[in-house]
Structures are given as structure tokens and as C-alpha cells.
């Protein structure tokens, strides 16, 4: 279960994540995200959601690296539904840390933003 926080350090907005997703955390490390871009993610990973699209690509500047994939048997890296979230930073970057159901990734997403715009994001 994602179980998360969202809290304000100056100004900056943060994401805190429970293990064993906590890695999930740099989502909220860039400092351009404002409530309009957490809206293009929840509307991309929603198309990928609905089937309109195969997959979204998303990421920052701390390493935080995610693929939005609709289910794919055929696929060896990315089969399953759900975001893939990645370190491109870390000693595997071609390999998923977890995966995050497209349900629970929009859920968050969706309370980001909400809290981004109580904060005048």
C-alpha cells in the first residue's frame, strides 16, 4: 500500500513516501512543478489508464525517471500495468525499483496538485 505525505520546508513543497516506495519522494524534488504540470502527468498516465496511449515517459532532474505502461506480455522490461519508477542515477538505471499501480500513481498525483494549489502553486 502507497502510503505518503505532502509538507512545505520554506518554500519548497515535498513528498515524503514510505519504504519501499520512498525513492517516489524525488517526484517532488524539482522546483518547476507547479499544479499545471502535475495536471499534463495525471492526464498523460490517464490516457495510458484508458488505453488511448501505450506508455508516458516522466522524470526530473534528481534522477527520478518513470514510465506510465499499459500492460504487455510481450514486453520483458515493462509488461505489467503500473509506472515504473527508476534511478537514473543509481548503479542499475535500466532496472525498475518497483512498480506503482496507475491507480495509486494517480491518486497521489492528484492530492499533489491539490496541495500545490493550497500552497499557490
Known amino acids: 500500500m502507497l502510503e505518503y505525505k505532502f509538507y512545505?520546508?520554506?518554500n519548497e513543497i515535498k513528498v515524503s513516501v514510505e519504504e519501499?516506495?520512498?525513492?517516489l519522494g524525488y517526484l517532488s524534488v524539482s522546483k518547476s512543478w507547479l499544479s499545471i504540470e502535475i495536471?499534463?502527468?495525471?492526464?498523460?498516465?490517464?490516457?495510458?489508464k484508458n488505453g488511448e496511449v501505450e506508455d508516458f515517459y516522466f522524470g526530473n532532474e534528481s534522477g527520478f525517471s518513470a514510465v506510465a505502461a499499459q500492460a504487455n506480455p510481450d514486453d520483458e522490461t515493462e509488461g505489467e500495468e503500473g509506472v515504473y519508477i527508476y534511478?537514473?542515477?543509481g548503479k542499475e538505471p535500466e532496472t525498475a525499483l518497483f512498480i506503482v499501480p496507475l491507480d495509486d500513481m494517480l491518486k497521489l498525483?492528484?492530492?499533489?496538485?491539490?496541495?500545490?494549489?493550497?500552497?499557490?502553486?
Open 109 to 121: 498525483l492528484k492530492e499533489f496538485k491539490e496541495f500545490l494549489g493550497e500552497n499557490k502553486r
Open 8 to 10: 512545505k520546508v520554506e
Open 87 to 89: 534511478d537514473a542515477f
Open 20 to 23: 519501499p516506495y520512498s525513492f
Open 39 to 48: 495536471q499534463k502527468l495525471i492526464d498523460e498516465i490517464t490516457k495510458v
